[in-house]
Nanobody
Framework: DVQLQASGGGLVQAGGSLRLSCAASGFTFDDYVIGWFRQAPGKEREGVSCINNSDGSTFYSNSVKGRFTVSGDHAKNTVYLQMNSLKPEDTAVYYC???????????????????????WGQGTLVTVSS
């Protein structure tokens, strides 16, 4: 079974940094796209970033571009989201999600679409205080 374990959330002041981790198991890591999403209270879940483990390509939403960096450690089957210059509006529960690539997904199309991913982790809370 595909399993995703997100961790690393916490409370940080505006301007600070956090690194989220998404530990993956139950599938061939290199064959999958791992997406990071977030959901703030009262808002819809939105795509933040993703990495295609097949070729290392990465994608970001405009709201985090230049501040967040996604990376993958193939030896540890783990994807990281380094978040710098955090803002209060980054406060949300962050989720990682996985979907097979298999060279059939026309990325970047749909990378930030919740419906493209069948496998989700449990979420980790990030709170940025002003």
């Amino acid at each position: 079974d595909v399993q995703l374990q997100a961790s690393g959330g916490g409370l940080v002041q505006a301007g600070g940094s956090l690194r989220l981790s998404c530990a993956a198991s139950g599938f061939t890591f290199d064959d999958y796209v791992i997406g990071w999403f977030r959901q703030a209270p009262g808002k819809e879940r939105e795509g933040v970033s993703c990495i295609n483990n097949s070729d290392g390509s990465t994608f970001y939403s405009n709201s985090v571009k230049g501040r967040f960096t996604v990376s993958g450690d193939h030896a540890k089957n783990t994807v990281y989201l380094q978040m710098n210059s955090l803002k209060p509006e980054d406060t949300a529960v962050y989720y990682c999600a996985a979907e097979g690539f298999f060279w059939t997904w026309d990325l970047p199309t749909g990378w930030d679409n919740v419906g493209e991913y069948d496998n989700w982790g449990q979420g980790t809370l990030v709170t940025v205080s002003s």
